[in-house]
């Protein structure tokens, strides 16, 4: 075997780089002052809503179990989530928590009736458990950064679109202390000290201590696995300039991908979702979806009706496998919008929507009669968008890798439409993509769920919207 091949083997896994308190060097705010500040507010959440029925002594031991029960619920979540922390962020684990918890809490009450638990108290425990804990998270946050720094081995446009991309973060919590590369004069890359050369990593990395070493250079990597292999006992964790994207920012650096880099979906150890797993969320989650908003539909026919006779507006989609299979939507613009049958992205403020499908846009209720779709086996809850085909031949030509989100299924919303929106040009195409490509590596039932949770915000807000 190689020195690449046996320092690649040896390469921490995502799971390994991603557990947050492994390099948390920096902390001011003692672990234990966090998780006891999560204990505390649980168990005031489940007394406060106890007390009024119970007597304090019956009270306080109850408390304190479910207590118990929310706080392993709280730890567990952390754990399973743990490979894509900084992408889902802290308050999407915390809710997690939160349900996970509110299950739990309803199995102990199922086996032990005579608790006297019931369904209301229990939902209320977890909406305030929910806001507690995100709360007390956002308290420390403000206070205190676990800073995490980044030896980045490369000088290129990568590194620098790198370097920038983590420049324009609040509050990051990455910092890059120096560049290594053999081929740039300057003393700087993008305000970042040269560090020397790739010859010198084992005394760079002897001396700053990084956290974090991202390898940002195509070419030499076998002399930087030498390198770097002589000092594998400093403590660092190693990572390729994608892995620390899709670590870091919940996205792929497109521009910057090569072929090899799918390789990793059909990994021997990609963790399985299968298609029977998702498609019973889908059925799931859409027939639910269709009972609630039931109601709902009457009314918003006739608000369509009022800007023309057509109510379904059914429109050619790319789907799964680049198949074509037909959309369904509420009309939101007036009737005969692209005569003659010329396409155009739909833009901010867009002239052809009616005032009744500005709202259901900004609500995203044009998109109820998906859930058919979904039914269908024709789309997914949660996926990247379908583009129509007319636009086909042009982002192949502009976006590359585009057509590889045709490996997914499309969904009513997905990982990119929480993160950012919809595109109305090829800009906002491509990262867009970065988005649905980083779902097409990391989907698993637990993402679908923390993204399913993530687009109730959007909704309730209208952000996003056309």
Known sequence: MSVHESVVEALPKQEEIAAPAATER????????????????????????????????????????????????LQLSRKAARVHFFAL?????????????????????????GLDLRPLPLLAMTAAITILTIAWRTFLDQSDVAQRSLLIVGAGRAAVDLIETLAQQERSPFTP?????????????????????????????????????????????????????????????????????????????????????????LHLYQRPYTRFAKRTLDVIVASLAMVVVAPLLPLLVVLVRRSGR?????????????????MLKFRTM??????????????ERDPRITSVGRFLRKTRLDEL????????????????????????????????FWTRRHLLKPGITGWAQVKNGYASDYAGTEEKLSYDLWYLRHRSLLVDLLICAKTIPKLLSGSGAR
């Open 26 to 73: 920096r902390r001011r705010t003692p672990t234990w002052l966090g998780w006891a500040g999560y204990i505390a507010l649980i168990w005031l959440s489940t007394y406060a809503v106890l007390l009024h029925d119970r007597s304090i002594p019956w009270g306080l031991g109850l408390a304190t179990l479910l207590t118990a029960v929310w706080f392993v619920a």
């Open 310 to 326: 057509q109510v379904i507006f059914r429109q050619t989609r790319l789907g799964e496998g680049g198949r074509h299979f037909t």
């Open 89 to 113: 962020g802290e308050s999407g684990t915390l809710a997690l928590g939160a349900g996970v918890g509110l299950v739990a809490a309803s199995a102990v009450a199922a086996w032990a009736p």
């Open 369 to 400: 009669p998906q859930l058919v779709n979904v039914l269908k086996g024709e789309m997914s809850v949660v996926g990247p968008r379908p583009e129509r085909p007319e636009f086909l031949t042009m982002l192949e030509e502009a976006v590359p």
């Open 177 to 265: 202390i120096a560049v290594v590369d053999d081929e740039h004069d300057e003393e700087t890359v993008a305000g970042v000290p040269m560090g020397g050369r790739i010859s010198e990593l084992p005394y760079l990395v002897t001396m700053k201590r990084p956290d974090l070493v991202v390898l940002a250079v195509d070419r030499n990597r076998p002399e930087v696995f030498q390198q770097l292999l002589e000092v594998a006992e400093g403590g660092f964790k190693v990572v390729g300039l994608p892995e620390f994207y899709e670590h870091a920012f919940g996205r792929v650096p497109v521009r910057h991908l090569t072929a090899a880099w799918f390789m990793s979906v």
């Open 334 to 347: 007036v009737e005969g919008a692209e005569e003659p049958e010329t396409p155009l992205w739909a833009e």
